[in-house]
C-alpha cells in the first residue's frame, strides 16, 4: 500500500513562513518527479512547485523568490519551504510523486497526498 503523507500546515500571519513535508511509503522502487500543488477555494488545482530525482526544479512564478522546493532521496520525501506568505497563498496544499513500483516496468504510477490546509491572515 503506497501512501503520501503531507505535515506542515497550518495558519500563520502575512510575512511568516512555514515548512511542509510530504513523505512516501509503502513499496516503492523508486521515485522521479515530486511536486506541490495548492487548491483554494473556488478555483482550480494548481501547480507551485516541482523537483525531479535529479534536483532540477520549476516554480509558479508567484512563488518564485518565497518558496523553495527540496527532497531528500533517502527518506522519500519532499519538502517545501514557504517564506514571506501573504493571504493569497491560502489553499490546501498538495504533494504528488511519479513512483516505479518494480525494478521491471518503466511505467509511473502518480500518487497523490491528502492534502494539508495552509492559512495565511493579514
Known amino acids: 500500500q503506497v501512501q503520501l503523507v503531507e505535515s506542515g500546515g497550518g495558519l500563520v500571519q502575512a510575512g511568516g513562513s512555514l515548512r511542509l513535508s510530504c513523505a512516501a511509503s509503502g513499496s516503492i522502487f523508486s521515485i522521479n518527479a515530486m511536486g506541490w500543488y495548492r487548491q483554494a477555494p473556488g478555483k482550480q488545482r494548481e501547480l507551485v512547485a516541482a523537483?525531479?530525482?535529479?534536483?532540477?526544479?520549476n516554480y509558479a512564478d508567484s512563488v518564485k523568490g518565497r518558496f523553495t522546493i527540496s527532497r531528500d532521496n533517502a527518506k522519500n520525501t519532499v519538502y517545501l519551504q514557504m517564506n514571506s506568505l501573504k493571504s493569497e497563498d491560502t489553499a490546501v496544499y498538495y504533494c504528488?510523486?511519479?513512483?516505479?513500483?518494480?525494478?521491471?516496468?518503466?511505467?509511473?504510477?502518480?500518487?497523490w497526498g491528502q492534502g494539508t490546509q495552509v492559512t495565511v491572515s493579514s
Open positions: 523537483i525531479t530525482s535529479g534536483g532540477s526544479t
Open positions: 504528488n510523486a511519479n513512483l516505479l513500483l518494480d525494478g521491471v516496468s518503466s511505467y509511473e504510477y502518480l500518487y
